[in-house]
C-alpha cells in the first residue's frame, strides 16, 4: 500500500510543508511504509494529484494536507474509488471538516495517529457537478465565503474572525436578497431568498452550524432555506442561524428540508460555495451523490461527533 501526502503549501498563515515531510519520513523509519509527498501548485492541483496516485488501481491512502479546499480538491480526485481512501492533516485557517470531529479533531495533526485507521463510507453532496463534503451554500453565505480570502492574510485573524470580518462587508455594502426560483423535489416556489444552503456536515464560515442534527453517513441532506430580510433583521437573527438554533428564528423566514434534490434558477449570477470554493452560475442543482468517499483517521474516531 501507498501512503501519499497531497501538501497546499499556501494553506494557512504558515507553510507546513517541513513538518508533513518529516512525518513522512518518521512513517518510513517506524513502520517501513511507503510513503510519497506531493505540492499542489494551484488551483485543482489537488484534485489531479490525487487522480493521478489512484490511476493505477493499486491500494493508496492519501493525506490532503492543508484546509478544507484542500480536502475538497483530494475527495473529488478519488469520490467512488474502491481502492483509494483518505484522511487530513489540517494547514489551514478554518478546517469546519474536521470540526465535526470534535474532540477527535487535534489527533489528526499527526500521522502517526492515521496511517492504519479504520476507513469509514461518508456521503456527498454533489453541487453542479462538484463534490462536496460539509455543506453547499448559496446567497449571502456564499457570497461571504467569497470575499473571506480578503481577511485571511491579517495577522491576528483567525479563520472564524476572518468570516465574520466577511460578513459586516456584505452586510454593510451588498445586498441580502435575491428573487430565485427554488425547487425541492420538483415542487418550486418563487420567492426572495437570502440564502439555500444544502448540509452533510455542520460546520462551515469558521464554526457557524446552520444544521446541528446533519450526519456525515446516514444518507440524508438538510437544506436551510431563509427568506430575504432586512439589514436589521439580518444582524439580529445571524448569531441564533450561526448557532443552529432554528426555534430563536421565526418560521415564516425559515425552512429546513431533507429534499433529494434542490434546483435553484435565477435571471442574475448564483453565487455558490462548496467547502469554501467558491463559483457563479444561473443554475445550481444539489443533490445526494451516487458517489461516496472512503475516510480513514484515527482509531475510533466518529464524523458525527458533535451531531445534537
Known sequence: MRHVFIINPKAGKQDQTARIYAMADALRARHGLTCECLLTSGPGGGTELA???????????????GGDGTIFEVANGIAGLDHAAMTCIPAGTGNDFLKNFGDQMPLFSDAENLWDGDVRTLDLIDCNGRLCTTIACNGIDAQVAESVHRYGDIPFLSGRGSYLCSVAANFLFKGIGHRWTVSLDGR????????????????????????????????????????KVSRA??????????????????????????????????????VSCVDGECFRSREVVMTLSDKK???????GCDPNATAR
Open 51 to 65: 487522480r493521478r496516485a489512484a490511476e493505477s488501481g493499486e491500494e493508496v491512502r492519501l493525506y490532503a494536507c
Open 293 to 299: 468517499l472512503r475516510f480513514f483517521g484515527p482509531r
Open 188 to 227: 418550486e416556489e418563487t420567492g426572495e431568498y437570502a440564502l439555500v444552503s444544502m448540509c452533510n456536515g455542520r460546520y462551515y464560515g469558521g464554526g457557524s452550524t446552520p444544521v446541528p442534527q446533519a450526519r456525515m453517513d446516514d444518507g440524508v441532506l438538510h437544506t436551510v432555506l431563509i427568506k
Open 233 to 270: 433583521t439580518f444582524a439580529r437573527l445571524f448569531p441564533a442561524y450561526s448557532a443552529g438554533d432554528h426555534d430563536a428564528l421565526p418560521p415564516e423566514l425559515i425552512r429546513v428540508s431533507t429534499a433529494r434534490e434542490v434546483r435553484i434558477r435565477a435571471e442574475r449570477d448564483i
